[in-house]
């Protein structure tokens, strides 16, 4: 089985660095090659700025040289955040610098190299809806077709966190290759998935129907996997999806959306809207 090929964005702040170690503790027991890639431009960000000690008399010729140390320290510190997992799986590290405009080159890598995902961190001090709308990590989602997993600043990487995955499900047809590709970024064994639909009523025979077809389908095709399906009722349906998210320790909430002329629609968008303008986790998206 080829390595699963890992896109992460990079660029020297907390919040990348955030991202990049949520993505290697949520991957380390799969088999990866981990491709890191920094896009600058003539404009740099402040935190950038500082933190590769740039100045006035500073050339291209030397900005270039520090990107490409900084990149090198970058590969040093995947690799050691690997190894200190205690995994045997496999990694690759390979690492890139182009100028550009950071969802422009990514969804163009991503196009073009097919990552299994593209991992990005957000450094707004929320993952709410709005503050995600305005924020790079949704350009690179609606660019990109390829899944994206967008890591607050503030994420807790705590391993036992990310062994539950909510996957906000409608039972559409489409949902199936999204759950397709999750699956294939489990974390090893005691991974647990909750595939969730929410119900403003009790569920009827039809809903009864789509979620035992969707449990036999998942008990066929994936029998060696811990994946739970189910429905939640009540009359507000943020209470009762948040209060899932903190009964069951979720760490990664995951859904699909649909791209209409760029404007940020998921199957389910007055739950997605309301959820993720209070969440304050990693989201997982997926494009239909």
């Known amino acids: 089985m080829n390595p699963l090929r890992i896109l992460i964005a990079v660029n020297f702040t907390t919040s990348s660095d955030k991202a990049m170690a949520f993505a290697v503790q949520l991957l380390h027991t799969l088999d990866c090659h981990i491709r890191l890639i920094y896009c600058y431009s003539d404009f740099i960000e402040l935190e950038e700025y500082a933190q590769i000690k740039l100045n006035a008399e500073t050339s291209a010729k030397d900005v270039k040289e520090v990107f490409v140390n900084r990149l090198m320290n970058q590969e040093a510190e995947v690799k050691r ?6 995994t045997t799986a496999l990694l690759t590290l390979s690492s890139m610098s182009v100028k550009g405009e950071v969802e422009s080159m990514v969804s163009y890598e991503a196009d073009t190299w ?29 660019k990109t077709q390829s899944p994206v997993l967008v890591v607050p600043r503030n994420t807790e990487i705590v391993a036992e966190k990310m062994n539950h995955i909510l996957f906000l499900t409608n039972f559409k047809s489409e949902e199936y290759i999204s759950l397709h590709r999750l699956i294939e970024l489990l974390p090893g064994h005691g991974a647990t998935l909750h595939c969730v639909r929410y119900l403003h009523d009790h569920p009827d025979q039809w809903d009864h129907m789509r979620l035992e077809a969707l449990r036999e389908y998942i008990n066929q ?18 209470e009762a999806l948040n209060h899932y998210v903190k009964e069951k320790n979720m760490g990664i909430l995951a859904l699909t ?8 629609k998921f199957l389910h968008p007055d739950i997605s809207h309301k959820l993720l303008h209070h969440a304050q986790m990693p989201v997982l998206v997926f494009n239909e």
């Open 257 to 264: 959306r649909r791209k209409r002329k760029a404007i940020f």
């Open 221 to 238: 095709t994936y029998p060696n996997h811990d994946i739970v399906c189910e429905t939640l009722t009540g009359d507000h349906h943020l």
């Open 81 to 86: 955040l690997w190894e200190a997992t205690g």
């Open 114 to 142: 097919h990552p299994s995902l593209v991992v990005v961190g957000s450094s707004v001090e929320k993952n709410t809806f709005t503050e995600l709308m305005e924020s790079t990590a949704s350009d690179v989602i609606d």
